[in-house]
């Protein structure tokens, strides 16, 4: 379990990191208009982020 845990948490953070890697002006934007959001949205989006995953883990499996 913990080393999947890890596998996870690495693929996650390559992820996350390929954006500001090949397009940091857009990701910067991005993260403004993230930033300027009401708390409202950001949960919402981080709801609908959560909710996706887990649709994708149990498609997965």
Do not use: K, Y
Not at 25 to 50: C, H, K, N, P, Y
Request: glycine residues 10%; without cysteine.
């Amino acid at each position: 379990m913990g080393a999947s845990l890890l596998t996870a948490f690495a693929l996650m953070l390559i992820i996350e990191g390929i954006l500001p890697f090949v397009a940091p002006a857009a990701w910067r934007e991005t993260f403004l208009r993230l930033a300027s959001m009401a708390d409202g949205q950001i949960r919402f989006v981080g709801l609908t982020s959560m909710l996706g995953g887990l649709l994708l883990l149990f498609v997965l499996n």
